[in-house]
Each structure stands twice: as structure tokens, then as C-alpha cells.
């Protein structure tokens, strides 16, 4: 009985501190607002033992934004003792792809022992497991993608609970953007009347300096039961960044000043001992921890263990968090580890800035970046190199000397202006200091700024008597104004300089284009480029100064209210290539975005490919472009004024093309889909419809879908004339009439055709056509494709939803049901009926709900993909009975 009544324990303590874990793995979605088009067939004999092809008509699916989110930790246990209160901490995380915001509750779960009082959740916005305040809460607020929000839940335990009950809540999170959609975590409390030991963590300073002062740990145990408890072993296995002082290890049974000995060969005490071992190589349990076992406490004994720890050097800026803990045996079992409360200790910031010229070396001591030379009105770059050597994210104020002083800085006139990296976005005040800065920069990280000099034009040429140009820049800390450190920009020698830059031929050659200093108020050159066609402009860069000197090559689709380089509209492509030899840009070579160094009075030919998107509306205008070339040496530069005309793109598309089965003296309907994915709105749209076998007395009509149900009815009128805008579509149907002394096997070719007129610019007639095949046979298969949302992928249409021939939006990772019914509209029987499917792109095999699944007890799935797959699906209904019809279901999950 002892042994059992042990066992019945120990199943109930180490339920203490389980968390329950899982995840999945998801293809990528497609993109939003992908359509994805399907189209089925079946195949059959006829009683003439002749095989047959009918087609479906076509099924769309539009692709949605999704929502998501996960709520931790799950599964977790904590001892209670009655009357007291038990806290459980959990974060819920927005793992969606927008901003989404979640209501939250708890409630106990039932069907246990007890139930708690007074539930309660709070903020936790510090993270330390602990309620911020007293205000309770119900909602996390909005939340970003990837936003976490941290709270606890706090739930007293009634009186007069007994040894080994528990009780379970469960805490629900439901999000707004997601119509409702919940989570939940389920949180247990195992009672005890055995020993029980309590241990809180604590540290005598909330923060410090890296390498300097010492800092006490202390341990606090406690009994508050009735109950002796034997081997208390605390554990303290510090985290990176702190670091153990040794023999600094004491124990208050002892007293203060009576160091207890790292190597845990000892046991020190007299009637209550203690062993105790610190990162020593002797341990028992290594050298990477704090062990502490104390033999006895007994109820209401208390004491503490307590060491030194030092922030370990070279440790950045953080909060380290250090949680320790604790094991004992209750005197009836070993309890397993437990986790004590979690200390922070901030490492203080410590500032330290260094200012060169080496975007490799922190240690370089090149604090000066020397420019050569450069030409009047140029503008100068220099690139200076700021490191963060402190501890911490810092920010670090740029200030400039800006004192003209005769033979040491720049000429009179220049203006200066500090930019970032790219040397075009300028440095902002960050911290509203009034001084343009770096922006917060990580420790042992670099900034590169860029100190751009503009020269006046009428300052005097030469190298200042040998001195050159110089001006110093300081980089000051944020954290603490006391550090900072300078840095001089130099220019050696200021020389005339200047670039023209042509179009057709090199300046002063025939034709040449843009001469003279741009930009131009006119294009100078015109491209026509049809929707996602391309063209090329054929540029000179011409360099007309005495020296060498190469040149950036960049592109604007502005230069009001200033030239913004790589802006272009959306989704043009722009590119410059080298010439690939021809001499005239008819072939190109690599991508270049510089000339190379070109001699002084030389130039180069550039060939600047401009490639247009296919899916952006006409507006019969001319799209400027602006070309530039600019010397990063000199600040030389030209900007020279093209344009771009983008030609209407005229499309419509008629689909699909059909195949399909009718006895003589009878008709078969015909479904098709007329699309505009031009750019271009047609008017003055009209259908027409020629039979091959005219002659022999087939006919075929065209009606369009006048009540907009999918289906031909008596409500549908005989086509007429339409206009269909960019992205619009219609349906009409084509009624083929066979006659009655048609001989079986005739096979006759229905070509339809439709045709409109677009007036963009210029008017054009656009035809399309598509074919419809109609044999003649004993028998007629027709074949009808519908299909119907499965959100939740239980292989079951969703309450309120049913079958239907009209596209419907779906989210990444939800379902779509298709039904294919295939009808024997024909007095004879239908042999070898197969009908034939495949899983669309962008989504794979659901098999949810025991599908794909035929209607009738003969038909059978003869070829299938595996859950997940692709490929083809495969029904065998074997003999359909004149006016009978197969059904074949199956899903699909979208990625």
C-alpha cells in the first residue's frame, strides 16, 4: 500500500512545469488577388463503342489576405496551497500579415476537482512574469505582424482543498481581424500538504557597469509547511554576460564573512550542513553552476545562500536574466526542479566613438580623407567612417568647423551638406538634438558619412599655396556628450571641370541631341514602347574637362522639385548596358552604372534599356525620364530630358475550346468566357458563330448570360453588341443544333468569333475566336464543374455555402471542394465512363472527408494524387443509364 500510495504521488508532482509544444510547416501563399483557373473532362464510350472527350465549363479562384496568431505557453503546472493565490505567465504572438488586434479571457476548464476564485489577467509589458498593476485587462490592443503581447493570469486557490487535488483553467485569445477566430492554453494547479519549499531570487543592484564593481546574488529559502524538508539543492547557472567571483560563496547559518568553499569537498555546519560548489572543475556537477544542497529545513526554518557576480568585460549594453532553482525531498518523494522567480540586471551603457577614414579597421588611425582634385561648381564627396566601440546602441551627432580660415578651409562660398551612405539621402536629427546625426548604431558597428562639398564657380583654381582644402567634422555621443572625435574631409587641388551628356551622337556630331548643360525644358529623344515591351536610348557621356574622370550613371522620372535617382513609375525597369560592339546599341553588353574612366574631350557610349510592365492602364501621355551622369570625383554632372510614349495593349480573350457529344435532331449548349487583360477599354463588341456543316442544315446560336446565373435559361437574350473595360469579363453561350438525318460520327466545327474596337490613341480591331467540336453519337455525356469553399478542410461544404459556377475569394491554407457531374443526356447507354481532373497550380490534394468520392456504387477512384500532391484524378463510373449521372467530388488546400 506505501508503494502504491508513493506512486499515486509522484503521478501527480511531476506534473509540474510540462508545456506542451507544436508547430507546422506551410508552403508559401500565393500571392493575393492570384486567380486560379480549372477546367475538367470526362471520357467515355458510346454505344457504338466509339471514344468520347466532353469538357467543363471553366471555375475561378481568387486568393486572400490571412490572418494568424499562436498563444504560449500551453501545459503549464504549478504547486497551490489553499487560500493562496497561483500565477501563470503567457504570451500571444501575431503571427499574421497585418495589424490585428485580440480579445482575451480565462475561465476555469470543469471536470476536475475545484475551481479557482477571482481569475484575473494583467499586463506583463516588462516581461518579468509578474503583473505591472493591479488593472485588469481584457484586450491586448492592436498588435503589428509579429507583435507580441505578454500577460499573466493570477487565480486563488479556495480553502479547504486536500493533498493531490488539482484544478485546470484555460485562457482563450480571439482575434478580431480573423472573424473570431480562437486559441487557447490550459494552466493546472496540483494541491500539496507535504513539505514544500519556496525560493525567491534576488540581486543587489538593478544595474551596473561591464568589468567593474561586484554584485550579490542571494537565494532566500523558506518552509512554510508543517513538514521537514531534506536536501534543498539550489541551483544558479548563471547566463553569458555574468560572471562567478570566487569564494564569495556564504551561507547565513553560518554567518557573514565565512566564505564556503568552491570545490564542494565540505560539508560546513553543525547540525544543519551545507555542500557547496561553484564553478569549480571539482564539482560533482561540473564547473558551470552554483550548488548549493542544504540537509534540513525544518518547518518555519529559513535561510539564504548567497555569491558575488561581475558583469563580464566587453559585455554589450542588455538584461541579463537570470532565473534560478530548486529541487528537495517533501519526505515522501523527490520533488523534480523548480524554477525561482527571474532577476534582471542591466548593463549600463558605455560610450565610446572613434572617427576615420577605414571602413575596415577601428583601430585605423587615417582620420584624414583626402579628395585629389575636383572642379569649380563640383560638388565633393567624402566618405567618413563613424564606429560605435561603446557597449551600446549610440547616437552620434555630426557637427562640422565651418569657419572659413585663408589656406586651410574651403573657398568662401561652398556649401556643405552631410548625407548618408548612398550620398543622397540627407542626416536627419534623430534625437532632436538640433544636430543632424548617425541614428542609433549597434556596438562594434560602423555608419559611413558622406560630407558632400559644393564649390562655387568663381572661387580660384590651383591647391592653396600646397595646403589644399580641409574641414573637420566631430561625431559626439548621444549617451554621454563628453566623448566624441573628429575627422578632416581635404581637398587637394580645385581645376576646371564639366560633362555633356548626348543623345544619337557624340557632341558636335551629326544629329547630337542635348547639347549644352541640361535639363532640358523637351525630351530631346522619344521612345514608343508597347506594355511589357522595352526599348533603348543611345546616350553619350561626353567628358569635356582637361582631365580623366569617370562618371555614375542614374535615372529619374523627376526633377521637380529635385532629381530623385531610380524613381521611375511603377514597375518600369531601367538599365544601362555597355554597347556589346556594334557601335549603335543594336546589341548590349553587360549592365554597367558607371562609364569607366573616360579621357579628357572623350565619351563614352551608353545604351539605357527601358522596359515597361504589362499590366498598367493607357493614358496616351508621354512619360518623361531624365538621364544623368555625375562624376563622384568632381561633382561634374549633366542631366539630360527623355521621354517614353507606352502604345495601347489590346487583348481580349475568348475561352475555352469544347468538345462535346449530341444525337441527331438534338443541341448541345456551349459556355464560354470573352476577357479584356489589356489595357484598353473595347467597345462596339459583337459575336459570330459559323458551322462547318452549314450546308447540311447545322445551326448554332449565341446568347449572352443576361441575368448573370452561369446557365443558359429563358431568361437569356441572343448576343448583341457590348464594351468590356481592362480586367472585365462576360459570358455567352453557343446552342449547336444537329439534324435529324446527321449519320453518326459527323463531326462538325462551330468557330466562334468576337470582335471590338478600341480608340486608344489610334482605333483598333481586335478578333478573337475559339472552336467548339460536336460529334454525333448514340449517346451524349455533358459535364458540368462547380465548385465550393471549405474553409476549415473538413471535406464538407461550409454552412450557408453550395456548389456554384462563380469565383469566390479563399485564403492561404483553406480549402476548395469541386463537384464534376457528368450527365448521360442521350436514349442510349454510356460505356467506359471516365471523368478526369487535376489538381490546380498553387494549391494541393486535400483528402479530408474521405474524398474524392464517387456518386454511385459502381463508380470507382482509379488514379489519385497523395495528400498534399498534384497530378491527375481519375473516376470509373463504368455504364451510365440513359438520363443518369455520375458525381465525382474532391478538394484541394490552397498554399
Known amino acids: 500500500m506505501i508503494k502504491n500510495k508513493k506512486s499515486h504521488h509522484l503521478i501527480n508532482y511531476v506534473m509540474v512545469f510540462l508545456m506542451l509544444i507544436s508547430g507546422s510547416v506551410a508552403a508559401k501563399a500565393p500571392a493575393a488577388g492570384t486567380i486560379i483557373k480549372n477546367q475538367a473532362t470526362a471520357t467515355y464510350k458510346d454505344s457504338a463503342g466509339i471514344q468520347q472527350t466532353a469538357t467543363s465549363n471553366l471555375v475561378e479562384t481568387v486568393i486572400q489576405q490571412v490572418g494568424a496568431f499562436e498563444l504560449v505557453q500551453d501545459g503549464q503546472s504549478r504547486f497551490g496551497i489553499a487560500g493562496q493565490q497561483t500565477t501563470f505567465p503567457h504570451v500571444l504572438t501575431n503571427t499574421g500579415n497585418g495589424e490585428d488586434s485580440f480579445v482575451l479571457s480565462v475561465a476555469n476548464l470543469g471536470a476536475d476537482n475545484f475551481d479557482f476564485t477571482d481569475i484575473t489577467i494583467y499586463a506583463d509589458q516588462n516581461q518579468d512574469g509578474i503583473a505591472d498593476n493591479l488593472t485588469p485587462i481584457t484586450n491586448t490592443g492592436t498588435l503589428a505582424a509579429d507583435e507580441a503581447f505578454y500577460f499573466v493570469v ?9 493533498d493531490t487535488q488539482t484544478a485546470q483553467l484555460t485562457v482563450t485569445g480571439t482575434s478580431a481581424f480573423s472573424s473570431g477566430v480562437t486559441k487557447t492554453n490550459t494552466d493546472t494547479v496540483v494541491i500539496t500538504d507535504k513539505a514544500v519549499i519556496e525560493v525567491t531570487k534576488s540581486m543587489s543592484a538593478e544595474s551596473g557597469y561591464a568589468d567593474t564593481d561586484t554584485y550579490t546574488v542571494t537565494l532566500t529559502y523558506n518552509n512554510p509547511s508543517t513538514t521537514e524538508a531534506k536536501n534543498v539543492t539550489l541551483i544558479d547557472e548563471l547566463p553569458d554576460g555574468l560572471v562567478y567571483v570566487a569564494g564569495s560563496g556564504e551561507w547565513s547559518v553560518t554567518g557573514a564573512g565565512t566564505p564556503l568553499t568552491d570545490d564542494g569537498v565540505d560539508s560546513q555546519g553543525t547540525t544543519q550542513t551545507v555542500t557547496y560548489c561553484a564553478y569549480d572543475s571539482a564539482c560533482p556537477a561540473g564547473a558551470s553552476q552554483v550548488t548549493a544542497v542544504v540537509t534540513s529545513v525544518v518547518p518555519g526554518d529559513s535561510g539564504t545562500i548567497s555569491f558575488q557576480v561581475k558583469i563580464a568585460a566587453g559585455q554589450n549594453a542588455s538584461v541579463l536574466l537570470n532565473t534560478g532553482q530548486f529541487s528537495y525531498n517533501n519526505s515522501d518523494i523527490d520533488i523534480p526542479k523548480q524554477n525561482t522567480n527571474q532577476v534582471p540586471l542591466q548593463v549600463l551603457a558605455q560610450s565610446l566613438v572613434i572617427a576615420n577614414a577605414s571602413a575596415t579597421d577601428s583601430a585605423s588611425a587615417d582620420d584624414v580623407v583626402d579628395v585629389a582634385s575636383a572642379g569649380l561648381g563640383a560638388i565633393v564627396a567624402f566618405e567618413n567612417v563613424i564606429w560605435n566601440l561603446g557597449n551600446s546602441i549610440d ?13 586651410v578651409s574651403f573657398p568662401e562660398g561652398t556649401t556643405l551638406a552631410l548625407y548618408h551612405s548612398d550620398g ?6 534623430t534625437d532632436n538634438s538640433s544636430v543632424v546625426d548617425t541614428g542609433p548604431l549597434d556596438p562594434n558597428t560602423n555608419f559611413v558619412v558622406v560630407l558632400k562639398a559644393t564649390l562655387p564657380m568663381t572661387a580660384s583654381t590651383g591647391d592653396n599655396s600646397g595646403n589644399g582644402y580641409s574641414i573637420t567634422k566631430t561625431a559626439t555621443s548621444a549617451l554621454d556628450p563628453n566623448v566624441s572625435d573628429s575627422v578632416t574631409d581635404r581637398l587637394g587641388t580645385i581645376v576646371g571641370s564639366s560633362v555633356n551628356l548626348t543623345n544619337v551622337a557624340p557632341l558636335n556630331g551629326d544629329g547630337a541631341k542635348g547639347e549644352g548643360i541640361g535639363p532640358e525644358t523637351d525630351a530631346q529623344s522619344k521612345l514608343i514602347i508597347a506594355p511589357g515591351g522595352s526599348g533603348v536610348f543611345v546616350l553619350y557621356v561626353n567628358n569635356t574637362s582637361t582631365i580623366a574622370d569617370s562618371f555614375d550613371l542614374t535615372f529619374s522620372s523627376t526633377v521637380t522639385p529635385a532629381y530623385a535617382p531610380g524613381t521611375v513609375p511603377a514597375n518600369w525597369r531601367v538599365a544601362f548596358h555597355a554597347d556589346a560592339g556594334a557601335g549603335n546599341c543594336s546589341t548590349l553588353g553587360p549592365v554597367i552604372s558607371n562609364t569607366a574612366t573616360i579621357a579628357g574631350g572623350g565619351n563614352k557610349l ?15 501621355t508621354e512619360v518623361s525620364i531624365y538621364f544623368r551622369a555625375l562624376s563622384a570625383l568632381t561633382g561634374a554632372q549633366d542631366t539630360k530630358h527623355d521621354s517614353v510614349y507606352m502604345t495601347a495593349d489590346h487583348q481580349l480573350v475568348l475561352e475555352p475550346n469544347h468538345r462535346s457529344q449530341v444525337e441527331p435532331g438534338n443541341s448541345v449548349i456551349y459556355t464560354h468566357q470573352l476577357n479584356n487583360p489589356g489595357n484598353t477599354a473595347f467597345t462596339g463588341i459583337t459575336f459570330n458563330s459559323v458551322d462547318s456543316l452549314e450546308t447540311e442544315g447545322w445551326t448554332s446560336v449565341l446568347y449572352e448570360d443576361t441575368n448573370d446565373n452561369g ?20 459570358l455567352i453561350f453557343a446552342k449547336v443544333f444537329a439534324p435529324a438525318n446527321t449519320p453518326y460520327n459527323t463531326t462538325n466545327i462551330t468557330d466562334i468569333s468576337a470582335s471590338g474596337t478600341t480608340d486608344a490613341g489610334s482605333s483598333v480591331v481586335v478578333p478573337v475566336s475559339v472552336q467548339d467540336m460536336t460529334i454525333v453519337a448514340k449517346s451524349n455525356m455533358k459535364i458540368v464543374k462547380l465548385q465550393a469553399p471549405d474553409i476549415n478542410c473538413d471535406g464538407a461544404v461550409d454552412p450557408g455555402k453550395s456548389y456554384g459556377l462563380d469565383a469566390f475569394g479563399a485564403q492561404p491554407g483553406t480549402c476548395v471542394l469541386y463537384q464534376l457531374t457528368a450527365t448521360n443526356a442521350s436514349a442510349e447507354a454510356s460505356h467506359n465512363v471516365r471523368i478526369n481532373d487535376s489538381i490546380p497550380e498553387f494549391t494541393g490534394h486535400s483528402t479530408a472527408g474521405n474524398l474524392p468520392s464517387m456518386s ?34 474532391f478538394g484541394v488546400r490552397i498554399d
Open 154 to 162: 493570477k487565480a486563488t486557490v479556495p480553502l479547504a482543498q486536500t
Open 395 to 407: 547616437t552620434f551627432d555630426i557637427s562640422m568647423d565651418e569657419t572659413y580660415v585663408d589656406g
Open 424 to 429: 543622397f539621402t540627407p542626416l536627419l536629427d
Open 606 to 620: 551608353v545604351c539605357a534599356k527601358i522596359t515597361l510592365p504589362t499590366d498598367t492602364a493607357f493614358s496616351n
Open 711 to 730: 446557365k443558359l435559361d429563358a431568361d437569356d437574350k441572343p448576343v448583341g453588341t457590348y464594351s468590356l473595360d481592362p480586367s472585365e469579363t462576360m
Open 856 to 889: 454511385i456504387p459502381s463508380g470507382t477512384i482509379v488514379q489519385e494524387p497523395s495528400e498534399g500532391g498534384s497530378g491527375l484524378i481519375v473516376g470509373n463510373a463504368g455504364i451510365v443509364e440513359p438520363g443518369e449521372s455520375v458525381t465525382l467530388v
